[in-house]
T-cell receptor, first 113, second 115 residues
């Protein structure tokens, strides 16, 4: 079984500041993938960033980066220079040795102008 | 198409009625997924298709739920004898291949309300 835990139901950040969203996971697979998805109020889920577990280097996509700590089974998302359009629900997700993807319950991010 | 599309976008039905939800994946995507998202909850995996076959149906909540995919493209999720607890947003996603690490492209969802 695989689990994903997001312990921050809500977070807020000032525009242009940096925020970190936490995620921990558990899996028995040795090869797996981790994702962060964004779901704005429009409801459309969008892939933000992905990390392959066998890669030690942390993934980066523009203002979004992750801190992947494999031994600690931690996968946090850092958003730099936060923008109003970043306000959304953020879901951490894990995909193990087969196709089933497990999602966390999400963190609601508020961006304060 | 440009993205994953789902229809209808909203559906209101009476308890006991059957409903069909449709998903059109991105052209060329071989993998298709159905999820259910209840208010304040994460995504609950329902079923996964690779081509027209469903190797993993473990997430279907009951035998009232079924899904099919034809021609390796369009998928239909059917809920028979709907109950109020079936009210949720049903999300469809597709991905390019059977590799679990490529990430998924999601549709806008169908919001189902069972009265």
């Amino acid at each position: 079984a695989q689990t994903v835990t997001q312990s921050q139901p809500e977070m807020s950040v000032q525009e242009a500041e940096t925020v970190t969203l936490s995620c921990t996971y558990d899996t028995s697979e040795s090869d797996y993938y981790l994702f962060w998805y964004k779901q704005p109020p429009s409801r459309q889920m969008i892939l933000v960033i992905r990390q392959e577990a066998y890669k030690q280097q942390n993934a980066t996509e523009n203002r979004f980066s992750v801190n992947f700590q494999k031994a600690a089974k931690s996968f946090s998302l850092k958003i730099s220079d936060s923008q109003l359009g970043d306000a959304a629900m953020y879901f951490c997700a894990l995909s193990g040795g087969y196709q089933k993807v497990t999602f966390g319950i999400g963190t609601k991010l508020q961006v304060i102008p | 198409g440009a993205g994953v599309s789902q229809s209808p976008s909203n559906k209101v039905t009476e308890k006991g009625k059957d409903v069909e939800l449709r998903c059109d994946p991105i052209s060329g995507h071989t993998a298709l997924y159905w999820y259910r998202q209840s208010l304040g909850q994460g995504l609950e995996f329902l079923i996964y298709f690779q081509g027209n076959s469903a190797p993993d149906k473990s997430g279907l909540p009951s035998d009232r739920f079924s899904a099919e995919r034809t021609g390796g493209s369009v998928s239909t999720l059917t809920i028979q004898r709907t109950q109020q607890e079936d009210s949720a947003v049903y999300l469809c996603a597709s991905s390019f291949s059977g590799t679990s690490g490529v990430g998924q492209y999601f549709g806008p969802g169908t919001r189902l309300l069972v009265l």
